[in-house]
């Protein structure tokens, strides 16, 4: 008889089980027959980001022939859109999900400029914040500080590395300038002063940098990043003293920052 109420007890429970796996999946194939019923679409304009619009993901997906609202929800494919927008030059990252009611959601990231590099053939490409190549747009330019001189890298053979990647490569970083201007472009970007005061980094002949402001005609030589907190001190310094004394700010045609502990001024 106890034999007989164990196989019982262990029958009911085994049918329950597969009584709720067969409803879990009629419920599921309703699930998926559902049709979708709408697309929302977010994309992040912090700053002046404008190279990705609402627009532009809705056409992207609408040229893959993803009509998505509408269609049944076990013919969407979320990791192959996400797979696609990802792939799009302007867009860091992208995320998409599907929720139980059909709403499609798409989260884009786009990516942020800090540095646009004109090299010295005349290509031209930006920086971004994570020092990642990024070409530019046809539709929106976005006004960041500008680079350019005796630059000599071109898109086509970098843009599928970063910074910290073409520094770690021996070949590549043999004569690259981009460790160099992103480094620069990071320090600028970081301090409201000196992202209203630099608007230019040119590379002289000598391989120096030179830094152009937005006011005033002198020639400020920087040299290389070394010891770059410092050198940026140093020329607050002799701004904070031009400022301050009438007719000193026109007396130099050139400050130079390459030597340490030490400002090189050339008179006019």
Request: glycine content about 6%; overall charge negative; proline content about 3%.
């Given at each position: 008889?106890?034999?007989?109420?164990?196989?019982?007890?262990?029958?009911?429970?085994?049918?329950?089980?597969?009584?709720?796996?067969?409803?879990?999946?009629?419920?599921?194939?309703?699930?998926?027959?559902?049709?979708?019923?709408?697309?929302?679409?977010?994309?992040?304009?912090?700053?002046?980001?404008?190279?990705?619009?609402?627009?532009?993901?809705?056409?992207?997906?609408?040229?893959?022939?993803?009509?998505i609202?509408?269609?049944?929800?076990?013919?969407?494919?979320?990791?192959?859109?996400?797979h696609?927008?990802?792939?799009?030059?302007?867009?860091?990252?992208?995320?998409?999900?599907?929720?139980?009611?059909?709403?499609?959601?798409?989260d884009?990231?786009?990516?942020?400029?800090i540095?646009?590099?004109?090299?010295?053939?005349?290509?031209?490409?930006?920086l971004?914040?994570?020092?990642?190549?990024?070409?530019?747009?046809?539709?929106?330019?976005?006004?960041?500080?500008?680079?350019?001189?005796?630059?000599?890298?071109?898109y086509?053979?970098?843009?599928?590395?970063?910074?910290?990647?073409?520094?770690?490569?021996?070949?590549?970083c043999?004569?690259?300038?981009?460790?160099?201007?992103?480094?620069?472009?990071?320090?600028?970007?970081?301090?409201?002063?000196w992202k209203?005061?630099?608007?230019?980094?040119?590379?002289?002949?000598?391989n120096?940098?030179?830094?152009?402001?937005?006011?005033?005609?002198?020639?400020?030589?920087?040299?290389?990043?070394?010891?770059?907190?410092?050198?940026?001190?140093?020329?607050?310094?002799?701004?904070?003293?031009?400022?301050?004394?009438?007719?000193?700010?026109?007396?130099?045609?050139?400050?130079?920052l390459?030597?340490?502990?030490?400002?090189?001024?050339?008179?006019?």
């Amino acid at each position: 008889m106890q034999k007989f109420k164990k196989i019982a007890f262990i029958s009911f429970w085994c049918l329950l089980v597969i009584g709720l796996l067969v409803s879990l999946g009629f419920v599921n194939r309703e699930q998926d027959a559902l049709p979708c019923k709408s697309l929302d679409i977010s994309v992040n304009q912090d700053g002046d980001l404008y190279f990705v619009k609402k627009s532009d993901i809705a056409q992207m997906l609408k040229d893959r022939g993803d009509s998505i609202v509408g269609e049944p929800k076990s013919s969407i494919n979320v990791t192959e859109m996400e797979h696609a927008l990802n792939s799009h030059p302007a867009i860091a990252n992208a995320e998409v999900s599907m929720s139980i009611d059909g709403v499609v959601k798409v989260d884009v990231k786009q990516r942020n400029p800090i540095i646009r590099v004109i090299n010295a053939d005349g290509d031209s490409y930006y920086l971004d914040d994570e020092g990642k190549l990024m070409p530019l747009s046809d539709e929106y330019t976005m006004k960041v500080l500008v680079a350019n001189g005796n630059i000599m890298e071109p898109y086509s053979k970098r843009y599928m590395y970063s910074v910290e990647q073409i520094g770690k490569d021996s070949l590549l970083c043999a004569t690259s300038k981009l460790d160099e201007l992103f480094a620069m472009a990071k320090f600028i970007h970081a301090d409201p002063f000196w992202k209203a005061q630099i608007q230019q980094v040119f590379y002289n002949s000598e391989n120096d940098m030179e830094i152009v402001p937005t006011a005033g005609n002198q020639k400020i030589i920087f040299g290389d990043t070394t010891f770059m907190e410092e050198k940026f001190n140093k020329l607050l310094t002799f701004y904070q003293q031009g400022l301050n004394t009438t007719g000193w700010w026109d007396k130099y045609s050139t400050i130079n920052l390459k030597f340490r502990n030490q400002i090189v001024c050339t008179k006019k």
